[in-house]
């Protein structure tokens, strides 16, 4: 029996692993020929001309995520911190039956709820109208895997500090939310990840943009919504280079989450 | 210096179970004290009283007097001023773990705000001494964390963590049940020497080692304190039935 259960395992991975592989394989074989320097330094060329790039969708990309992440992962670990320290009560199970609802709703409702709040007032889209709408995505992932990881740390170690004459905000703060670091950092990092291939919520909030913008209330462009009007054009080029912009964003996202791992590995210590 | 502790008509609840029923004792400064019984006797609850840690278990609640030196636990202090004058040891070792040696040992003094360098590597040296784990840990203070140790040595770091706030009296809860025999030697020799500092409450299942570390013993059954007495006597010679079947194992 033992065999067969781990033939099951290792059957499982791999059928987990082999559209993971194909996936990225198809995107190197058909996205790498069209990833040059002018693709990741141009601005995108008017039709029929040839060259251009993704420059501006890239820094727009970037740009875009910063504002959700500096919105989006301190709401969502105070709360996730609501949840597990104050919230084992009516109050805490009302935040989690909204916080599992609005992780149901779909991008595009999200997208809405952006646009009303931040593009109607400030009359223009914007890559902080993006922000928002994908903080919006990330806080109850952040917030759910926060409490599911403070839950983990074991009561004997808050008790640890308040024998030491520790106060509950100073534990929750340095001792708590401390020993959680690394699984709070991977629901972090899950939430990023999510939405950092989001299309729908940013279609009427970034809006996207040809040229380069650098102020955060103009139009902006991004590397989805890029790829998804080259994708949906009828040229070949801009087909090509759809390709080679879903590539740069797996690369990109992919090195994100890796940079946080090493720099979290780096300062942890041994025997931890 | 340690200091005395004195506890009047102490009762304690769990929502409405009573756990405690009017307990009275008198703890002498600067001795060990020991307190044994069977499992759910009310031992534990008993000391998480004198620090007021009973209270974060939700609808805990105590009635009755509590005095620790000049301190009325149950009357004006606040709970965190209170625990750093009554270390506790608890019943598994809990260092941080994300902490190093170093910064476990000294989570006590920089939680509360504590910031002088020097100072704070003194008293670290101090208190590892003490718990005597500076010889084994000395060499990497900074690089290993505080749960990469073995079970003894954590919960001597556990000591030395309470011992480096400086607390008045140190409260030990089967502080020895998940160690093996020769960490357990080290601990009870420790206690021997802690206790000219400190005024030490252990709850032990152990009667050899409440014989061997306590100068006072107590006695409880069902949340009441049957008999309080030098512990030559309880073991000796108790004055109450339920305690001699309990000390020369005929109960429970």
């Known amino acids: 029996m033992d065999h067969v259960m781990t033939g099951v395992s290792v059957l499982t991975v791999v059928l987990v692993l082999v559209p993971l592989f194909a996936i990225f394989a198809y995107l190197v074989y058909k996205g790498i020929g069209s990833i040059n320097i002018d693709f990741l330094t141009q601005t995108p060329k008017p039709v029929g001309e040839p060259g251009g790039g993704m420059a501006n969708a890239i820094v727009g990309s970037m740009v875009i995520l910063a504002i959700a992440s500096v919105l989006g992962v301190p709401l969502g670990i105070g709360a996730g911190v609501f949840l597990s320290e104050y919230g084992r009560n009516r109050y805490g199970d009302i935040v989690r039956f909204i916080s599992d609802v609005m992780n149901g709703v779909p991008s595009i409702v999200i997208g809405i709820v952006a646009y009303g709040l931040v593009v109607m007032r400030q009359k223009h889209f914007s890559a902080l109208a993006g922000g928002v709408a994908l903080a919006i995505m990330m806080v109850p992932t952040i917030a759910r895997t926060t409490e599911q990881m403070l839950l983990l740390v074991p009561q004997a170690i808050r008790e640890a500090a308040y024998g030491l004459g520790v106060s ?20 972090v990092m899950l939430a ?35 790829i998804f009007t080259y994708a949906i054009s009828p040229f070949d080029e801009w087909h090509r280079q759809a390709w080679a912009g879903a590539l740069v964003l797996i690369v990109l996202i992919v090195g994100a989450v890796a940079a946080v791992r090493i720099a979290v590995r780096h300062g942890t210590l041994a025997g931890a | 210096m340690g200091v005395g502790i004195a506890v009047e008509h102490l009762n304690a609840f769990y929502g409405k179970t009573q756990a405690l029923f009017d307990v009275n004792i008198v703890v002498v400064a600067n001795h060990a004290t020991a307190l044994i019984g069977p499992s759910g006797c009310g031992k534990s609850t008993f000391i998480r009283c004198l620090n007021r840690m009973h209270e974060t278990i939700p609808e805990a609640r105590v009635e009755g007097k509590v005095h620790i030196g000049d301190l009325s636990v149950y009357n004006g202090t606040s709970a965190t001023q209170l625990r750093r ?68 040595q954590q919960q001597r770091l556990c000591i030395a963590r309470a011992l480096a ?88």
């Not at chain 1, 509950?168 to 629901?187: N, P, Q």
């Not at chain 1, 291939?197 to 890029?226: I, M, R, V, Y």
């Not at chain 2, 190093?100 to 001494?129: M, P």
């Not at chain 2, 093996?180 to 032990?204: C, N």
Request: net charge positive.
């Open chain 1, 192 to 226: 990023f990840a999510r939405v950092a291939g989001e299309t729908a919520p940013l279609l009427f909030t970034a809006f996207g943009n040809q040229f380069w913008n650098w102020k955060s209330d103009q139009p902006t462009a991004a590397l989805s919504l890029q």
């Open chain 2, 165 to 252: 706030v400086q607390p008045e009296v140190l409260l030990m809860d089967e502080p020895c049940s998940a160690l093996d025999p020769i960490s357990t030697g080290k601990i009870e020799e420790l206690i021997f020497q802690l206790k000219e500092q400190y005024t030490i409450v252990i709850v032990t299942h152990n009667m050899q080692q409440a014989a061997r570390v306590a100068e006072f013993t107590g006695f409880f059954l069902l949340g009441k304190m049957i008999e309080f007495d030098k512990t030559e006597k309880i073991f000796t010679n108790p004055s109450d039935k339920r305690t001699e079947d309990y000390v020369t194992g005929r109960f429970g």
């Open chain 2, 85 to 152: 004058r009554v270390g506790m040891v608890f019943q598994k070792p809990n260092p941080f773990p994300t902490m190093s040696i170093y910064d476990n040992v000294a989570a006590g003094l920089k939680l509360n705000g504590f910031r002088k360098r020097k100072q704070l590597d003194e008293i670290v040296h101090k208190s590892l001494h003490s718990a005597a784990l500076w010889d084994e840990v000395k060499d990497h203070l900074h690089k290993k964390s505080g749960a990469s140790l073995s079970g003894g």
């Open chain 1, 168 to 187: 509950r905000w100073r534990t929750t703060l340095s001792i708590t939310l401390r020993t959680a670091t690394s699984g709070i950092i991977t629901g």
